[in-house]
Structure formats: structure tokens, C-alpha cells
């Protein structure tokens, strides 16, 4: 296959703060064993936000990383693309706009996506399909910030499966004819059966801010329905997971047979288990975040800068970026690495 005219990674980019709290911290506050937060929710500690990392600040500092690796000048970027969270320095804000602006690609034009956790693989294949569509756009960065940790309430126990939500920043370049890491295809599921289900319920439309929202605690994220939206996840949770890894695959000419290495979000110890098994990969194919938690859409940049320092990818592997996100969203996206 050719990689001259594909489209390739030319670098990633990654902020972490340096705030940290601990496994035994995060039990403390729920009143849960130390154990299970370790070893079931798979959180020995993770990354939370200092007081100046701000979401669209961690995402400027990640894409700031990027292209000094990259060693392109920030004018020669056609599009910025933000893949950070709603939950911002300002409540409506285009943010790819002040990324734009403060990593200097005044030749760019910006906008802002959301799909949750599934942001990043969607926005892999989003800038993908642009570039091909459109000659003018070489040279693309998606970039963002995650600090959904700021909405969990520990007391909370219908929101458990969150508690491992954490903070960062991430950033891709990806470049018409890089000539190395070629984006292949991409496969997305939604499902609007859930799309209620997971809500933080009050400052929105339907609920304003009040000083009664405040006080009965309903800016945190919820869940509306924990047995009916468990019964109904866990139907078709794992399914949706493998299937858009299967089919991303599939698209790219491969199988599951040629994952080389899985860059996986954060999830309990089990289902990570599960998915590997599934694939028919070691542990030593892909990396458990447990030293850092849930980063949203960051994980998979995460784990594939983890695993290029580790030695766990190499000039030829194939590699598949996966992710799932409230609401329902299932995404992967596979890479033919170097």
C-alpha cells in the first residue's frame, strides 16, 4: 500500500497537570474499600486539575507539543479542529478559535466537535474525510482539553462507573503525504436509547442555574435510570465495542488477527479484560491506564504516546484507536504505524 499521498500522523501531543488523586483518596470519599477502587475500577491514581489548567489551556499546551515535534511552523496549519469538552473556560465559546490563535495558525480556519469520549476517533475520521475532499486542507491539528472531573460527586453511588474521570490535554497533527503512520479507515455507532440517560441535570434549558440547584447538588453528572440504562448497556455495550473494531478493521483490509496494539480508554480492570480477550490480545498489546484514569477523548493519544515511549509499537504494527462515550457512542479508528 501506498502512504506517499495518505494521510498520516505527523505527531501527538500530550498535557497532563500535576495534580494526582490517589486510589485510596478517591475510597475515602466514597466510602469504598480501597480495594475495589484499585482493583475493580482499575484506579491506583489520576490526574486532576491544578487551578490555572484550564480545559482549552491544557489542549493549547498539548498542541503547542505537537507541532514543536512535528517541526512544522504553525502557519503551514490549514484547520484546527477542537477536540476538547464542552465544559470550558466559558460557558458558549468556540474554543478551537483561542487554540487557533494561541498556537499561532493564523493561516487556519477553527470549530469545535463533541461526541464525549468518542470526540477523538471522530474527529480523526472528520478531518480525514475533509482532507480528502477538499485540496486546500493539508495539514490538520486536533487538539483539546478534558477536566470532566470537576462534575463527579463522590457521594454519589449511582455514578461509580465515573469515578475514574480525570483531567488533560491532547493533541494530533495529521498531514496529506506524511509518508508514516497512515489514518486507514474508521467505524462509529450511536445509539440514542441512552441519550438521556447519563446528565449533568441542572444549567441547562430544561433546568437553569439557582441557588436551589446549587444547594441540592444537581451540577454534578447523574444517571436518570442506573438498573434500566445497566440492563440495557450491558445488552449492548461490549457488542458495540468490538463490532466497531471489527469493522474498522475490516474497512482497512485487516482483521482482528493483525492488531498489533489497542489504544484503549480507561474502563474497569474486567471489561478491559474482556475486550483483550475478545481480540485475542496479550496485555503487553495495549496499556491500562491506571496510573492516570479516564481523560475523556485523550486516552487514545495518550496510550499511543505511552506506547511509542515503551517500545510497544513499531515501523509496520497496525494499530486501532477505540473509544466509547456516554450517550451511547461507540469509535475506532485504525492506523498503519511508521
Partial sequence: MNTAHGIGILSTGIYLPAGRLSGKEIAAAAGLPEEVVEKKMGIKEKVVPEKDDHTCGMGIKAAQKAIDLAGIK????????YIGEEHKEYPLWTAGIKLQEEVGATNAWSFDVALRCGTTVMAVKLAKDMMVADDSIQTVLLAGGY???DFIN???PRTRFMFNLAAGGGALLLQKGAGKNEVLESHLITDGSFSEDVVVRAGGTKLPASKETIEQQLHYLDVTD???MKSRLEEKSMKNFIEVIEKSLEKSGYSTNDIDYLAILHMKKSAHEYVLKELGLSEEQSIYLSE???IGQIDQILSLELAEK??????GDIVVLVSAGIGYAWGATTIRWG
Fill in 74 to 81: 504553525p502557519e503551514e496549519i490549514d484547520l484546527v479542529i
Fill in 147 to 149: 477536566r470532566n472531573v
Fill in 154 to 156: 463522590y457521594e454519589n
Fill in 226 to 228: 442506573p438498573e434500566g
Fill in 292 to 294: 492516570y484514569g479516564h
Fill in 310 to 315: 515503551e517500545g510497544k509499537i513499531k515501523p
